[in-house]
């Protein structure tokens, strides 16, 4: 069996395996969120896309093919600068987080439960998981090694951040009475991707498409291969969130050079510092 209809038979049972059948999807135009829709369409599941963005982002147009292609309702929700501060300090005063990425992530998640809550849909599924185990990110390319063993271990370590990160973004969604799913950071859908060999994931360090097998089965299950191809930036940047934080740091007078002569790695990473002092954290 080719490893494309391997992982497609995982696909089908992690979805299979829920057992909510009225699901909201987190998605972004992206192949990933794209599979994990179009997998719960064809098993019959009741569903809401949501997707959201800051005003100028490209999410709301790269999602609205696949919903038009599945007709299904595609929600969306424009955050607007002068929104987001008090959600940030929201966020920061309920999660424990090291990384920027982790805090950035739990904002955006922050306003797909928000939209689900309004729509009154108590699930919501994200497709996180496949990056971290099919080369999604560039630090695949800057640490590649032909011997799989080392690779295996940078997947590893990458789940088990992601598996922490959805540890601390549950936090977010029960503010909302939200169940957040990800089905393909489940321990039996971990499990068979790494038994699929390295170059279905990436052949070499100048791959810059990746994720070979998740492109495949996408296109087996017949998402248009514009969307299937798509290579694209994290939600964080996609939706916009980072920029929005970036102008949220200048208007309170961080900059790059300020930030680091106070020994931060930049301007966003000050601001936050500040936010976490003005509430006690």
Same mark, same amino acid.
Request: with cysteine.
């Given at each position: ?12 049972? #992690? ?9 909201? =999807? ?6 990933? #969120? ?17 997707? @959201?963005?800051? *005003?100028?982002?490209?999410? @709301?147009?790269?999602?609205? *093919? ?8 595609? $929600? ?17 005063? =309920?999660?424990?987080? %090291? ?5 950035? +992530?739990?904002?955006?998640?922050? $306003? ?33 090694? *032909? ?11 990458? =789940? ?16 909302? +009475?939200?169940? $957040? ?36 089965? /996408?296109?087996?299950?017949? @998402? *248009? ?12 940047? #996609? ?14 007078? $961080? ?12 301007? =966003?990473? /000050? ?6 002092? %003005?509430?006690?954290?």
């Amino acid at each position: 069996m080719l490893w494309e209809h391997r992982l497609r038979d995982e696909v089908v049972r #992690s979805i299979n395996a829920i057992e909510m059948s009225t699901l909201g =999807i987190a998605i972004s135009g992206g192949v990933d #969120s794209a599979l994990l829709a179009k997998a719960c369409h064809d098993a019959g599941k009741k569903l809401s896309l949501l997707t @959201i963005a800051t *005003p100028g982002s490209h999410d @709301i147009r790269l999602a609205t *093919p696949l919903a038009q292609l599945l007709h299904l309702p595609l $929600y969306h929700k424009v955050i607007p600068l002068l929104d987001l501060e008090p959600v940030l300090q929201q966020v920061i005063s =309920i999660i424990t987080f %090291d990384r920027l990425a982790l805090l950035e +992530n739990s904002v955006c998640f922050y $306003y797909v439960f928000a939209l689900a809550s309004e729509l009154h849909l108590d699930t919501v599924l994200s497709a996180n998981g496949m990056d971290e185990l099919f080369g999604g990110y560039a630090i695949f390319q800057r640490e590649y090694s *032909p011997d799989e063993k080392v690779m295996r271990e940078l997947m590893r370590t990458l =789940i088990f951040t992601a598996q922490s990160d959805k540890a601390e973004i549950e936090k977010i969604a029960r503010l909302f +009475n939200i169940t $957040y799913t990800c089905p393909f950071l489940s321990p039996s859908f971990t499990e068979l991707a790494l038994t699929i060999p390295l170059d279905q994931a990436i052949t070499n360090k100048n791959d810059d498409v990746r994720k070979h097998v998740v492109r495949n089965v /996408a296109l087996l299950l017949g @998402i *248009p291969r514009s969307t299937a191809l798509q290579r694209k930036k994290a939600f964080q940047y #996609s939706s916009g969130i980072h920029k929005s934080l970036q102008q949220l740091a200048r208007n309170r007078g $961080y900059t790059r050079r300020n930030a680091q002569e106070a020994g931060f790695s930049g301007a =966003i990473e /000050a601001y936050v510092s500040g936010l976490k002092q %003005d509430i006690g954290r």
